[in-house]
Nanobody, 124 residues
């Protein structure tokens, strides 16, 4: 079992920055990949970013490349999503998820554990 708790969401103006954190507990942290997903009102869940077990490999959806950075600290059992140059279209509930598979995946249906989400609102 893996428990995930997100934090760091809030209200920010366009062009601003936020850093989301996701603290994990339970299963050995380095034994699973981690991803961030988001869901805006009336829209389907969207993959945002993922990081491998070691932190050495990452993947991003095209719309956030160059603006968002995913990282993990295996000593602190925490994964981060640094979000810069935020846009109103980034407004959504952001979820952290854990995937026990050995490869990075973008399909949220394949992830095994989920946090409760944190709201990010970007005003124009």
């Amino acid at each position: 079992q893996v428990q995930l708790v997100e934090s760091g969401g809030g209200l920010v103006q366009a062009g601003g920055s936020l850093r989301l954190s996701c603290a994990a507990s339970g299963r050995t942290f380095s034994s699973y990949a981690l991803g961030w997903f988001r869901q805006a009102p009336g829209k389907e869940q969207e993959f945002v970013a993922a990081v491998s077990r070691s932190g050495g490999t990452t993947d991003y959806v095209d719309s956030v490349k160059g603006r968002f950075t995913i990282s993990r600290d295996n000593a602190k059992n925490t994964v981060y999503l640094q979000m810069n140059s935020l846009k109103p279209e980034d407004t959504a509930v952001y979820y952290c998820a854990a995937d026990l598979a050995a490869v990075l995946r973008v399909d949220g249906r394949l992830y095994d554990y989920w946090g409760q989400g944190t709201q990010v609102t970007v005003s124009s």
